[in-house]
């Protein structure tokens, strides 16, 4: 009898274990488009209280506030504020093509690395983000995604992943560059190389796991039966 196609036999074992998944590419991507439709709603919002209210009551007074204990929670809320649609059009765009490079590595991958570039982006945003200004946006983890597709062929070794990062490089490379720079007016350069710095760990994370697989797939196993 066949044995189940969504398993198979371990060599020289008399048990079966379920075969290695691929990457869980489609909860990924809706799972990426839901945290973007999440910042729509979260600006309709915003200019919905500011047509009533007015600007004095706007959302984005949430964003992060640096070296105050009251500005910390703007971590958490950053990347869902923005200044108008045109800088949340423009975040979105980012997001959503490089977080689709990202998503088809699975999910895990584009969890990591969106969260591990939010925290970067929000607490060096926060530290050096200077008296009297607040920080917000989902530039940061457009920073995070940006490095991240450049530099993970470098710790992987994987042929598609160095030419993606190369592509790009090529394509976003100057603007990301400039948009590290601390001569630019009302932008959070701050928030910028925090999520660039993320996006370097994440990658790095990558090669710590493909290790740890690596050792693992290697061991011996042991009460083994002859090879066949």
């Given amino acids: 009898m066949n044995p189940d196609p969504r398993t198979f036999r371990a060599h020289g074992a008399g048990t079966t274990r379920p075969a290695p998944q691929g990457p869980r590419r489609w909860p990924a991507l809706v799972l990426l488009f839901a945290f ?12 919905v209280i500011q047509s009533v209210v ?9 964003g992060v506030r640096p070296l105050s204990t009251d500005g910390l929670p703007g971590i958490l809320f950053q990347p869902f504020l923005h200044g108008d649609w045109a800088h949340l059009l423009g975040n979105s765009i980012a997001l959503l093509v490089l977080g689709s490079i990202i998503a088809m590595s699975g999910m895990g991958p584009l969890i990591r690395v969106t969260l591990i570039s939010w925290v970067f982006s929000g607490v060096v945003s926060w530290i050096l983000g200077g008296s009297g200004t607040v920080h917000i946006g ?13 530099v993970r062929g470098l710790f992987t070794r994987r042929f598609l992943h160095l030419l993606i990062g190369l592509v790009i490089g090529f394509y976003y490379g100057l603007e990301a560059l400039a948009g590290l720079s601390p001569l630019l007016e009302g932008v959070s350069w701050q928030g910028h190389l925090g999520g660039a710095i993320g996006g370097v760990v994440s990658a790095y994370g990558l090669k710590r796991d493909r290790k740890q697989q690596t050792v693992g797939a290697g061991q011996p196993r042991r009460n083994a039966g002859p090879s066949r």
């Fill in 36 to 47: 973007v439709a999440l910042m729509w709603v979260v600006e309709a919002g915003d200019q």
């Fill in 138 to 150: 989902a530039s940061g983890i457009v920073f995070g995604y940006v490095v991240y597709v450049i």
């Fill in 54 to 62: 007015g600007p004095a009551q706007s959302l984005d007074d949430y």
